[in-house]
């Protein structure tokens, strides 16, 4: 029995260090949620502005389909070459789009799984 006791008094010990840890991290946390608030709203700026990239890019998309019906039907100006210089161009600008909308996506979704697993621990009132 005697044994019994001082094993569970070391775990007893061991729980109390754990729970100083956690006691201090989550105050931690607590002092830097201003921060993270600030982030937050950084990362809702940088979605409107990614949404405006993606409208800017299908009015110009639309245009250079423009272009390239006029030109089909002979109702334009623009050389075969300068079309093509459009093409390099706009395809250029896609991959671009492509790359920053996946990037901000995956940076999205781990962001999210964050904070599903902070909402699932979150006593509810």
Same mark, same amino acid.
């Given at each position: ?29 607590? +002092? *830097?949620?201003?921060? /993270?608030?600030? =982030? ?7 979605? &409107?502005? $990614? ?30 070459? +300068? *079309?093509?210089?459009? /093409?390099?161009? =706009? ?7 492509? &790359?920053? $909308? ?24």
């Amino acid at each position: 029995m005697h044994q019994a006791h001082r094993r569970w008094k070391s775990e007893d010990e061991l729980w109390r260090d754990d729970l100083a840890l956690w006691q201090a991290e989550v105050d931690r946390v607590i +002092e *830097l949620l201003p921060h /993270f608030q600030h =982030a937050l709203r950084q990362y809702a700026n940088l979605l &409107r502005k $990614h949404a405006a990239a993606i409208r800017l890019y299908e009015q110009d998309f639309t245009a250079d389909e423009h272009l390239l019906m006029n030109l089909q039907r002979g109702e334009t100006c623009v050389t075969q070459a +300068e *079309l093509e210089n459009a /093409f390099v161009r =706009a395809s250029e600008l896609h991959d671009l789009q492509r &790359r920053n $909308h996946e990037r901000l996506k995956h940076q999205h979704y781990r962001l999210m799984r964050i904070w599903k697993l902070l909402e699932q621990k979150t006593p509810q009132p």
